[in-house]
């Protein structure tokens, strides 16, 4: 079993950034992927960025490219979202999770644990 908890969501003007964070425990050790997706109202769960455990290769979406950034503290067990410039159109929940098996990271079908969410709203 692994745990994940996310936390620094919140409320933000147009421009502005936040970071989230996502506490892993549990049987972390055989993990392959950490993943952040978000959720608007309405809208299919889509990916937002990942990050391989070993090799510590990063994948954003091109929507959040340039804007995003996705890092982790193996110290802490932790994996981070930092978004600047953020846009309206990124409000959502955010949720990390995790996959075990290697491959696409994208799909959010194929991770097997996910988080509570935190909500991310940006006013315009």
């Known amino acids: 079993q692994v745990q994940l908890v996310e936390s620094g969501g919140g409320l933000v003007q147009a421009g502005g950034s936040l970071r989230l964070s996502c506490a892993a425990s549990g049987r972390t050790d055989s993990s392959y992927a950490m993943g952040w997706f978000r959720q608007a109202p309405g809208k299919e769960r889509e990916f937002v960025a990942a990050?391989?455990?070993?090799?510590?290769?990063?994948y954003v979406a091109d929507s959040v490219k340039g804007r995003f950034t996705i890092s982790k503290d193996n110290a802490k067990n932790t994996v981070y979202l930092q978004m600047n410039s953020l846009k309206p159109e990124d409000t959502a929940v955010y949720y990390c999770?995790?996959?075990?098996?290697?491959?696409?990271?994208?799909?959010?079908?194929?991770?097997?644990?996910w988080g509570q969410g935190t909500q991310v709203t940006v006013s315009s």
């Open positions: 999770a995790e996959k075990k098996l290697s491959g696409n990271v994208y799909s959010p079908a194929i991770y097997h644990y």
């Open positions: 990050l391989s455990r070993g090799a510590g290769s990063t």
